[in-house]
């Protein structure tokens, strides 16, 4: 089992791929963490599961608002991705949203 953490910055307002399942893995999501780095706006966020054996993104929190200078935990559980699957984020401002995902990458 691997362990890792995948840390992305939003710098536009366009749904930005922030973690990829390695091929030939299985992926266990333990984390997601939305940081608004503004002091003073607040930032909705869109965070997609991408399902590439449907081809298709789902909604995983729709414009989930984040309080000025605030962090949230998204997961209350783990989530299993299989290989190649995403997790994807939109803001709604540049360059006041970091994301942190943890994982564990299995075989």
């Known amino acids: 089992m691997i362990y890792k953490n995948s840390i992305t910055t939003l710098t536009n307002t366009s749904k930005t791929t922030c973690?990829?399942?390695t091929n030939g893995k299985r992926c266990i999501v333990t984390?997601?963490?939305?940081?608004?780095i503004d002091g003073s706006t607040a930032v909705d966020a869109t965070v997609d599961i991408g399902?590439?054996?449907a081809a298709t993104d789902y909604v995983?929190?729709?414009?989930?608002p984040i309080q000025p200078n605030s962090n949230v935990e998204l997961l209350s559980r783990d989530i299993v991705l299989?290989?190649?699957d995403t997790i994807k984020v939109t803001a709604s401002v540049a360059n006041d949203l970091n994301v942190f995902i943890s994982v564990q990458e299995t075989e």
């Open 19 to 21: 973690y990829t399942c």
């Open 60 to 64: 995983f929190a729709d414009e989930f």
């Open 31 to 36: 984390s997601i963490v939305l940081s608004n």
């Open 82 to 84: 299989e290989q190649m």
């Open 51 to 53: 399902d590439i054996s």
